[in-house]
């Protein structure tokens, strides 16, 4: 997966325009507790003690992964692609999606997680932080965000 992100990263910079992608997937992780635990070794600066957990709907997750997913911008700062790119992209895309989906069932807890202090990225024109809780004692925490 970690190949894949970087080559959405790659493909989708543009003028004035780049973005950033991540999955960290932490094993034993039966509560939020542990989850915030997990985040603060992974990510130091950040601040999971204090990030108020916003539970979403599957749709709302999508909608959200796909907003940043398809977002091209303008003339001042975006993403222009050749047919040729934009088909390398949208295969990355569905692989990506594809990913996030095997994780997904009626008993994943999906939550927003509103604080972007400490995690990679910048965001400017779109940004997400999803913790994904999941039946089999794992948890995912996935972020994309664009900047300038």
Known sequence: MRDILNQLEHL???YNYQVTFGI???ENCTNLDEFQINLKKRFPDSRPEIANLIPFNVEEF???INFGLS???DSTAGLTLDEK???KLEKLQLAYKDFLRQFINE???IFSYPDEEGIPGYPVYWD???VMQ???DKCLFIYGSSSD
């Open 71 to 73: 977002y091209r911008g």
């Open 62 to 64: 999508w909608d959200e």
């Open 85 to 87: 790119k934009n088909e």
């Open 107 to 109: 008993n994943t807890k």
């Open 134 to 136: 999941t039946d089999n």
């Open 24 to 26: 960290d997937i932490f």
């Open 12 to 14: 989708m910079y543009g």
């Open 128 to 130: 997400y932080r999803f």
